[in-house]
């Protein structure tokens, strides 16, 4: 069933709004062997406090809030964590959420896991990399794939192409 903008924006208030009262997750980011790891004071010295509970501990930024959002530049975009490649500018579109969106992501780059928060079910997007939490993936996305990678900006780190 897809969504209609409106909703998605009622959506997104409720998320920024429980994650602004404390409502978020406070488990650590996806679990697993990941080829990056770092110790958790690594990680807060590492990225800002935002950044660190966004991929840490799977927070969601505020939407509207990333410049990454309004980005139009080809390159590509990689976790903030750990510095993968995780999506290519050519996948971005505008999905009027509030947060950078791609349609499909470079292969490999991220994994996937159930979440039941925030009294839903829907399916986290994590680097397979790092483990660090990006957002979510839904199937309200445009051609060719259907699907709306809606990921947190902070997450991400924008490379411009050369």
């Known amino acids: 069933m897809a969504l209609n903008r409106r909703q998605l ?9 429980a994650a602004a009262l404390g409502l978020g997750r406070s488990a650590l980011a996806a679990e697993g062997d990941f080829p990056f790891t770092l110790t958790d004071a690594e990680w807060r010295e590492r990225l800002s406090p935002a950044a660190y509970q966004v991929l840490r501990h799977e927070d969601t930024e505020r939407p509207f809030t990333s410049a990454l959002n309004n980005e139009k530049r080809v390159g590509i975009f990689h976790c903030a964590g750990c510095d993968q490649a995780l999506f290519d ?28 928060s925030l009294w839903m079910t829907r399916i986290e997007v994590h680097c397979s990399n790092c483990g660090g939490h990006q957002g979510h ?12 990678y809606c990921i947190n900006g902070l997450a991400l780190r924008f490379e411009p192409a050369a």
Do not use: M, Q
């Open 9 to 17: 924006l009622v959506n997104g208030s409720i998320l920024s709004l």
């Open 137 to 148: 993936v839904f199937e309200d996305g445009p051609p060719p794939t259907g699907l709306r």
């Open 89 to 116: 500018s050519e996948t971005k579109y505008d999905s009027g959420t509030g947060w950078p969106s791609f349609w499909d992501f470079i292969p490999g780059a991220i994994g996937t896991k159930e979440d039941n």
